[in-house]
């Protein structure tokens, strides 16, 4: 369920970064692709070549001259050496006649004449297309131009007579090979780098996607073991109920006095059972934050004294010595009621779990601006496995141990809950065979 619920999540994440990472890319590579090719259609509109042309039907003294330099005579167009803007990049035109005829070369390339043609030939076949054109392994593009040449009688001075006039086609070639490279270069930098961010972003959302369902599957786990626990703590003294009401039933003739066992026996299970429900009542409660706390300062020493003399009873009975090391007159601020819970549920484990014979020993001591208090029972101790879960509720270790003592699994669950109420840590240490030993840290200087 919880793979499910993570794949979910990945796929998700996955496709809103894939959408916004495609998109941005597209984005780029589009800008530069379109300014790349506005770049090359505007070298070719200015690029200059070396006819003395018009671009209309009229006289060239009538309009302004965009090209001079080139005299035209008998019918074929002759030029000097091209002229060439410095910006236009590397390009050639070429003249052709109305009968397709390629008639002037005006280049800065070297081609076979050949290819001149070809490329003309090819240029006229889509006039209009933005197509580039592939020749010797380089790439090409064209703009065609109709044009109207003047003849005149003159060279090197304004020209006083018009002869004839001719219209021709005129087509200039820029080798766009480069900027094609770039946009080429770009589109598999952009395709590698989409992978290289979707592969980065998947381990890392596969990463946090665990993090994100582990709490989740934490609770659930949680949970599955609370129902599973509470079933095993009900089902005794439901069904020790269960058979003294049947003994009762089947000996409904007898008197009440002779059936008092009967009754006793369902009076402590029920107890028990009251017992179990007030201390998860009272757990839930404190889970959910709807303690009631009195902070107010009062002597952590004098209360740890106490707390320890209430048990001392307890433990003569089993036979236990209780050694206290409690340094008088730390002071703190915090709610007395709860902190002294806390303490009296922590030498109540000590003394419970501890074997006949044993010491439990109680410590209170000023660490800097931390008020330690510490207890430690001397036995078997706690497997290191079992240490991250001795907080939970319903927990008692072994099974063996357990079933030989008293109470619910839910004192230490209890009292880690209210610590975490109080801003106090609470911790366990523990060596198998030697001790075990809690932890009650308060901050002096919290309020």
């Known amino acids: 369920m919880f793979k499910k619920i993570r794949n979910k999540i990945l796929l998700l994440n996955m496709v809103m970064v894939s959408s916004v ?14 300014r790349v090719r506005s770049e090359n259609r505007e070298k070719l509109r200015f690029a200059i070549p070396a006819f003395h042309i018009g671009v209309a039907a009229e006289p060239p003294w009538q309009g302004d001259l965009a090209y001079t330099g080139v005299r035209i005579e008998s019918g074929a167009a002759s030029g000097f050496a091209t002229r060439i803007s410095p910006d236009a990049g590397l390009s050639f035109s070429l003249l052709v006649d109305s009968q ?59 020209v006083t007579a018009i002869t004839g006039m001719e219209d021709f086609i005129h087509i200039r070639f820029l080798d766009v090979t480069d900027s094609i490279r770039t946009i080429r270069s770009l589109a598999l930098m952009l395709s590698g780098l989409t992978l290289v961010i979707l592969a980065v972003f998947f381990f ?30 009900l089902k005794t003294p439901l069904s020790v109920i269960n058979a003294n009401c049947s003994v009762l039933y089947s000996g409904k003739e007898e008197t009440v006095e002779s059936q008092l066992k009967w009754v006793d026996s369902i009076m402590r299970a029920a107890d028990r059972m009251a017992g179990l429900v007030a201390g998860l009542l009272s757990l839930a409660g404190i889970e959910d934050k709807q303690l009631e706390l009195t902070n107010a300062p009062f002597d952590l020493s004098e209360e740890a004294e106490n707390t320890a003399s209430e048990i001392e009873a307890a433990a003569l009975e089993k036979n236990l010595i209780i050694k206290k090391e409690i340094t008088p007159d730390i002071v703190i601020v915090s709610d007395k009621e709860h902190v002294c819970k806390v303490m009296s549920v922590l030498l ?69 809950a209210i610590s975490d109420q109080l801003g106090a840590s609470l911790s366990v240490d523990s060596i198998s065979g030697e001790y075990t030993e809690f932890k009650l840290v308060f901050d002096m200087e919290k309020r």
Do not use: C
């Not at 005006?106 to 297309?129: F, G, I």
């Not at 709490?215 to 599973?228: C, L, V």
């Open 21 to 34: 990472v495609i998109v941005a890319f597209t984005v780029i590579f589009t800008t530069t692709y379109t």
């Open 100 to 158: 397709s005829n390629v008639v002037e070369i005006n280049s800065m390339v070297d081609l076979q004449p050949e290819s001149y043609t070809s490329l003309a030939a090819r240029a006229l076949e889509s006039p209009d297309s933005e197509e580039t054109l592939s020749i010797e392994g380089r790439s090409w593009q064209y703009l065609v131009s109709p044009i109207t040449v003047f003849f005149g009688e003159a060279l090197n001075r304004p």
């Open 204 to 233: 890392i959302s596969f990463y946090f996607a665990n993090r994100a369902i582990r709490p989740m599957a934490e609770a659930w786990e949680k949970q599955s073991r609370f129902i599973t626990d509470a079933s095993h703590e």
């Open 348 to 416: 109540d484990n000590a003394v419970k779990y501890t074997n006949s014979g044993g010491g439990v020993e109680v410590s209170l001591v000023k660490e800097k601006r931390y008020a330690v208090y510490a207890v430690r029972n001397s036995g078997e101790g706690i497997p290191a496995e079992d240490l991250p879960r001795l907080f939970d509720r319903f927990y008692r270790g072994d099974p063996a141990r357990s079933s030989a003592t008293r109470g619910y699994g839910l004192g230490l669950a209890i009292a880690k």
